[in-house]
């Protein structure tokens, strides 16, 4: 079975700190994922990883940066964190393959006071 | 732009009968893949449901099947028989293989099963 790790259930920061958000994935997918959940707004996505040192721009990428330096970590900075950016992340990994889903990790609840 | 909708921010049920999730996509890719994810009250994100653009039969997955009608874009699911454990919020995706196969969510429809 897949298993996507994120290193956080629950953060509190406070506005302005550097946040890292870590993610692991134990089936050498090609693909890691980062999206943030709000309620109305569904899973938006902020940036992914089809390769290691690769990262393309999702739909909302502005305020965050992402690392993958290992075909298994794919992490998600916030450099300055803001109040807006309080949410629920969510991370997944998934195969090159047509018909793989992705395999998410259980969040991280971010609240940013 | 918006690439997929789902129109039913809530949805109600009666146990035992059966409940249809819209869902309605916009692409002009070839190929992509729908998925559908349901998402209880815990937070996990649960994978359902597989439709390739390709295939010529509806997916099916135990009470779960997949009302795929490509020339309408719209790829519903449904659930039959529904029980007290399908309440949770329902997502739809799509897998645009033209975008380095990115996921699109939609906004996603809560689902309750009423005893």
Redesign the interface.
Known sequence: DVKVTQSSRYLVKRTGEKVFLECVQDMDHE?M?W?RQDP??????IY?S?DVKMK?K?DIPEGYSVSREKKERFSLILESASTNQTS?Y?C?S?S?Q??S????G??TRLTVT | AQKITQTQPGMFVQEKEAVTLDCTYDTSDPSYGLFWYKQPSSGEMIFLIYQGSYDQQNATEGRYSLNFQKARKSANLVISASQLGDSAMYFCAMRRKNTGNQFYFGTGTSLTVIP
């Open positions: 693909n994922f999206y109305g707004l569904g899973l938006r996505l992914f089809y393309e999702g629920m969510l997944a998934s090159g047509e018909n889903p992705l395999h998410f259980n969040g």
